[in-house]
């Protein structure tokens, strides 16, 4: 399983719906789990800048990844990026011996 980051910023529309705000999350939760079902949340976290949530997941595959982010588009993000991330530890053993 990959690791991955999903940065969304929500349209204008969405973020001025206050009060829908919290059953148009629970909607697109619904349906990322239902298409990608092994997919596994790692965290959930509201932004103050300039994206409005990051979320932490695996995913078993890029093209996994890819969908997690077409399926946020398609459900009121301006942007939804999943940009690949590892372990810091992992980042360390990666870079071992590059500089050789």
Not at 81 to 92: K, L, N, Y
């Amino acid at each position: 399983m990959g690791l991955f980051v999903l940065m969304t910023k929500l349209t204008p529309e969405i973020c001025g719906d206050i009060k829908r705000r919290e059953a148009i999350g629970k909607e697109w939760k619904k349906k990322v789990d239902t298409l990608c079902p092994d997919v596994k949340w790692i965290s959930h976290l509201a932004l103050l800048g300039p994206y409005d949530f990051m979320d932490i997941y695996e995913a078993d595959s890029v093209e996994t990844a890819a969908k997690v982010s077409m399926i946020t588009r398609a459900n009121g993000a301006v942007t939804a990026e999943s940009w690949p991330a590892m372990q810091w530890s992992e980042f360390i053993d990666v870079m071992k011996g590059v500089d050789d």
